[in-house]
Every structure is written in structure tokens, then in C-alpha cells.
């Protein structure tokens, strides 16, 4: 089983600066890589796909990179709707694995 | 509107059986592959089991293998998970998802708003 590691578990980021979160795969995924957003009480919903293609309706300001065994997630500029918590997941390899999530809080 | 609506979740006893449904909308249901996610309470997302388009294919998790089957009716648009042999540990709200593409291997684009299913004496 490919084991996703997120860093760091709680992110603390002030409105309008820019958050970086990290995703790192125990073995390769290519670009099997997805990012979601879920906000408390809510569905999780699909930001970024192979790595680094933001999904339908996702703003500009969340961008993917990275391919292989590192990956990240940035937030260009965090607005209050962003503050939520953030899971990355490898659909690479079976059985597919999330990571634990790195929850995004206001500063 | 593209749109899943899970149901059946509630109260069972361990080592009793539910069956939850996923009722598609809005898309080509036979040219997806669909899966199965469960989020334990306060805990994060763990994938539970996915089935290809026309339901040849199906994988799950080693947490359920044995115990859960997951299977589709095109003709109805529906998904299904038979759970059986419940435990405690099941407990969680039980999300269907599309895979964005008919290929097993993508993101989980459409999410259904989930069902709580709960084990407990």
C-alpha cells in the first residue's frame, strides 16, 4: 500500500498571504495525484488533478505541481472561503490512499 | 444538474448488513467508473472500494474485502455497497464518488453528499 504523507497537519496563514502544502508518496504515482478541499459539515470537492490541472470552476489562485513521490499544493493569495481542511490522494495504484489532511486555519 | 444522492445509511447492530444506493443524475452513468469513500467521525477520508463502467472490474479495500460488495445497475443509474458482518470500526459517513473519466485510474470529480452508518449494540 502507497502511504501519503501530508505537511504540515495544521498550516496558520493570515488573509491574502500564500499557503504551500506539502504531499509525499512512500513509492511513485506519476502525476496519479488529486487534491480536495472539504470544509466542516461538507462534501469533499475535487481542486486539482494529475498533479497539477485544476478542476472545473476551481479559481486560478490554487495551482498543483510536482510529479513521482513529491507534490504540493499553493493558494496564491487565501481567501476566508479557503480556510478549510486539505486532502491529497494517489489514484495510481490499488488500493487508493488519502493522506491524513492538512487543515488550513486563519492566522 | 450532474448529481449523486447516497442513501440507506442508519443504526445496525455489529455483525449485521446495510445496503446503501447511489442514485446518478445528469450524467452518462454506464461510462463511469464509480467508488465508494468513507469518512470515519473526526477522522479523514479513507477509499473503500470502485467498480469499473460496466461493473467488470471491482477493487476494494483490505479493511472490507470479504465483508462489503460493491456493485451497479446501468439500466437503473444506481450504485450499491452491501455491507456485511458490520463492525464498530465501519462507522463513518459513506460518500459515493465519479471517477472523472470511464478509467478506474482518476480523480474523484462528483462527490454524493453522503450517509451515516453507524455499528453499535
Known amino acids: 500500500e502507497i502511504v501519503m504523507t501530508q505537511s504540515p497537519a495544521t498550516l496558520s496563514v493570515s488573509p491574502g498571504e500564500r499557503a504551500t502544502l506539502s504531499c509525499r508518496a512512500s513509492q511513485s504515482v506519476s502525476s496519479n495525484l488529486a487534491w480536495y478541499q472539504q470544509k466542516p459539515g461538507q462534501t469533499p470537492r475535487l481542486l486539482i488533478y494529475g498533479a497539477s490541472t485544476r478542476a472545473t470552476g476551481i479559481p486560478a489562485r490554487f495551482s498543483g505541481s510536482g510529479s513521482g513521490t513529491e507534490f504540493s499544493l499553493t493558494i496564491s493569495s487565501l481567501q476566508s472561503e479557503d480556510f478549510a481542511v486539505y486532502y491529497c490522494q494517489q489514484y495510481n495504484t490499488w488500493p487508493y490512499t488519502f493522506g491524513q489532511g492538512t487543515k488550513l486555519e486563519i492566522k | 444538474e450532474v448529481q449523486l444522492v447516497d442513501s440507506g445509511g442508519g443504526l445496525v447492530k455489529p455483525g449485521g448488513s446495510l445496503r446503501l444506493s447511489c442514485a446518478a443524475s445528469?450524467?452518462?452513468?454506464?461510462?463511469?467508473?464509480m467508488n465508494w469513500v468513507r469518512q470515519a467521525p473526526g477522522k479523514g477520508l479513507e477509499w473503500v472500494s470502485s467498480?469499473?463502467?460496466?461493473?467488470?472490474?471491482?477493487y476494494s479495500s483490505d479493511s472490507v474485502k470479504g465483508r462489503f460488495t460493491i456493485s451497479r445497475n446501468n439500466a437503473k443509474n444506481s450504485l450499491y455497497l452491501q455491507m456485511n458482518s458490520l463492525r464498530a470500526e465501519d462507522t463513518a459517513v459513506y460518500y459515493c464518488?465519479?471517477?472523472?473519466?470511464?478509467?478506474?485510474?482518476?480523480?474523484?470529480?462528483?462527490w454524493g453528499q453522503g450517509t451515516m452508518v453507524t455499528v453499535s449494540s
Open positions: 445528469g450524467f452518462t452513468f454506464r461510462s463511469y467508473s
Open positions: 464518488a465519479r471517477s472523472g473519466s470511464g478509467d478506474p485510474h482518476d480523480a474523484f470529480d462528483i
Open positions: 467498480i469499473s463502467s460496466g461493473g467488470s472490474y471491482v
